[in-house]
T-cell receptor, first 117, second 113 residues
């Protein structure tokens, strides 16, 4: 079974509008972390935001916020006031805490966001 | 700048050949991860090293191997290369903690012809 599911292969948004990128996850581990990364066309992976499974509040980092719904196992990324520079591929990822030896991130398939002027 | 350095940035080689990709982690990070990003497989975890020891294996082929040296830099060796090995290979490093992000290098784009 997919551990991280991103159901939107591509999204369009108008400049200055908000956009939500969906992410659902699957784990039986009570301790986990959820991450969002941005990959522009240049290829590098840029960390955006983190949410821990025990965090009571939704994470926010500038224009990025994470809509964390634990019961639904979803961790959607909200980008407010979109800018042209936000056009990129966005990946949701999870790190599980049960096996302390393994801290690798499991990634979703990504969502390509295009911001239109 | 993530602080993770990967060399080379680009590599073109022929089928059947062997290549070595190099990664220097961020200062202080003991964990190094290797990922492969291809169009059909997405971002796949290959292998993790922690302070010189192999810690976890993902979808790494037997033709591929890695090691981490005492200075914590890591190398990923790819041998008997096939066309399907063409991909972007990332190295990432992190501290050993659940709630800290992994920092990625710029990647090595491997093209097998």
């Amino acid at each position: 079974a997919q551990k991280i599911t991103q159901t939107q292969p591509g999204m369009f948004v108008q400049e200055k509008e908000a956009v939500t990128l969906d992410c659902t996850y699957d784990t039986s581990d009570p301790s986990y972390g959820l991450f969002w990364y941005k990959q522009p066309s240049s290829g590098e992976m840029i960390f955006l935001i983190y949410q821990g499974s025990y965090d009571q509040q939704n994470a926010t980092e500038g224009r990025y916020s994470l809509n964390f719904q634990k019961a639904r196992k979803s961790a959607n990324l909200v980008i407010s006031a979109s800018q042209l520079g936000d056009s990129a591929m966005y990946f949701c990822a999870m790190r599980e805490g049960g096996d302390t030896g393994r801290r690798a991130l499991t990634f979703g398939s990504g969502t390509r966001l295009q911001v239109q002027p | 700048d993530s602080g993770v350095t990967q060399t080379p940035k680009h590599l073109i080689t022929a089928t059947g050949q062997r290549v070595t990709l190099r990664c220097s982690p961020r200062s202080g990070d003991l964990s190094v991860y290797w990922y492969q990003q291809s169009l059909d497989q997405g971002l796949q975890f290959l292998i993790q090293y922690y302070n010189g020891e192999e810690r976890a294996k993902g979808n790494i082929l037997e033709r591929f191997s890695a090691q981490q040296f005492p200075d914590l830099h890591s190398e990923l060796n790819l041998s008997s290369l096939e066309l399907g090995d063409s991909a972007l290979y990332f190295c990432a490093s992190s501290v050993e903690s659940l709630n800290t992000e992994a920092f990625f290098g710029q990647g090595t784009r491997l093209t097998v012809v």
